[in-house]
DNA sequence: TTTAGCACTCATCGAAGGAGAGTGCTAACA
DNA sequence: TGTTAGCACTCTCCTTCGATGAGTGCTAAA
């Protein structure tokens, strides 16, 4: 059996009223509300065909059909056109992409803010990799006796800073000493290289100046600590999931909620499949927890270079091409700013 | 009609199984659980008694009895006894709050997560409150060509470090100048001084040694920003609220939720009526919607001045004297450490 | 090939009724 | 006079049972 262009018609009728009701629907229901031109009854023949190929599926034997995952999958592929995004709404995407912000954490927490405002979804939002990350500069500032503030400078434009105990009074040509030797070993290598190999090496070396510093462990534990790839992942809009009638029963929402708060597993929710939009529908995710949700997922990029990515996460049952539009602007919007605006993270 | 030991007795019972159940419970029941030594009958009697007195309730006629709001008040007030922590949750206690973190947001967001686990209830912590800090010293540190990293240090201990575009190239020398301009007019002064007054100040000293740098606006705006009492408060364990069977239904959860959103709101969950600990039992609370919840909270000061509070929210039908000395314990614990740890925040 | 007609299925809703837990009242008891 | 046993009564909860209605598949006619 094929699809033809009536069959065509019926599962995008099936699916654009799915989605905006969240109910079954019957043969007699799309007869009307849809000018296919053609009787309830040839409508049913149709429907049991798209049954057969797999696209749509019955919750019970009297309800109407509602669409499986591969219909969802066949719709997104084929049947659903691009929409362009409303002016307004590319005006406040660039607006906010726009701004400068030096601490991370409110990037990404901005940004997922405005995401799930924009689609009623939930959203994800993944910061650099570090591991792509490479140190820049360190700089010790005095703080009180005995104490430094220890600035890291990523490569990313991250700034660090981190108050380390020094045991004992130093002068600032000591710290100063002390920053020159950290920055001949440390500069320009990569968090990894750092923490696997030159942190011995430091070590080492440091001992061996024991004049210059006395414990040096909680540094270097500082250090090491800023190596770590603790990603971080920003959730938006979790509440969003609660207007879904999907998710009318608390179970769910447990379960639901239970796995957001591990930071760990939302990462690999972004984790793309290939570089650009991703799409993922249903029970093609990873997680069993999803297998009613769907994730659109995009990377941003600075010159090729992957940094993190962003996405929506709703009901299979969700507005595509709207999700799609805004995750796909809003990525290209940000990889445009961070071009232009000069390397920042 | 008076309260007598019988009766005190018959509430503490019906108190404890309440926590417990969550179920309303009756007379016949008392008399099987606990071993008081009178009958259901004679229960029964006093029972009535209780629920003249406004200290018990009955959901319907033929259900058992669950405590008041004002049970609960008493039962707090006058029956319960304090209990002692566990030598592991002390030692839990007392070992996380005695770590050195130089990122307020990790500090407050450890705490959180921790009293929440202990209790398994949602806890809400404040940071240390901004409008009693004074600013300490200001560096500036080399970056990307035109833009230098400006190091705030409060003297709280609080740390921050800002990008800020300078327009031009700049010798570190005009840097050095720059930043003890800053310190001379800021060292020691209170934020919300800087704010109102000294900010012009600086900013006339600046237009007069126009040569020292050209753009300064940004500067200024992100030392206006670090003024903001942008308090941070932070909730925890949230989900353990839907564990709670007097959240099952899910328009009280949305409800809960969507407060729980709003930093603003929150923090006013935590003023304090008045200094120590403090204790609002459902329709004490301010909120219409905590109306079925009780909040234990607590300050944490060092030398005597309050600095933030933390607190532990949960259905009015909590286990009190767990939680009570948990928050006790634990602002106790924190207070110490800070006096102790050279006033860090 | 399309459509009208019809018998059939099944979830949903409301009414009816039994079970169970709990109460208040009365009268007997110590 | 306080305590207790007995009993009728109340009210929620659960189950059962039709009625309703939306939807289907099949058959036969257009």
Known sequence: ?????????????????????????GSRTIARKFDLGISPATIRNEMSDLEVLGLIEQPHTSAGRIPSDAGYRYYVDCLMEGIELAKEEKAIIEQETAKRISEIQQVIAHTSKLLSQLTSLTSIVSG??????TFGQIHFLPYQPGEAIMVIVKENGVVEN???DIGHEVSPEELQRLASILNEKMRGQSLKKVKKELLHEIYRELTRQRHLIDESQEMLA?????????????????????NQPEFKDLSKIKKLFRFF??????????????????????GENIFEEFHDC???????????????AIGVLGPTRMNYSKAIAIVDFMTQSMSENLARGRKRY
């Not at 650099?128 to 990350?133: G, H, I, S, V």
């Not at 659109?296 to 992957?306: G, L, Q, V």
């Open 1 to 25: 059996m094929q699809m033809d262009e009536r069959k065509r018609r019926i599962l995008r009728a099936i699916i654009q009223d799915y989605i905006v009701t969240a109910e079954p629907i």
């Open 222 to 242: 500082v250090i090491l600590d800023s190596c770590e790839e603790k990603e971080q992942v920003y959730l938006g809009g979790a509440l969003n999931m609660l």
């Open 128 to 133: 650099p990799l570090k591991e792509k990350n």
């Open 294 to 308: 769907s994730v659109i997922s995009a990377t941003y990029r600075i010159d090729e270079d992957t940094l993190g």
């Open 261 to 282: 708060e591990e930071d760990q597993s939302l990462k690999k929710l972004l984790q793309p499949a290939h570089e650009g939009l991703n799409i993922t529908i249903g």
């Open 162 to 164: 981190h108050i380390v």
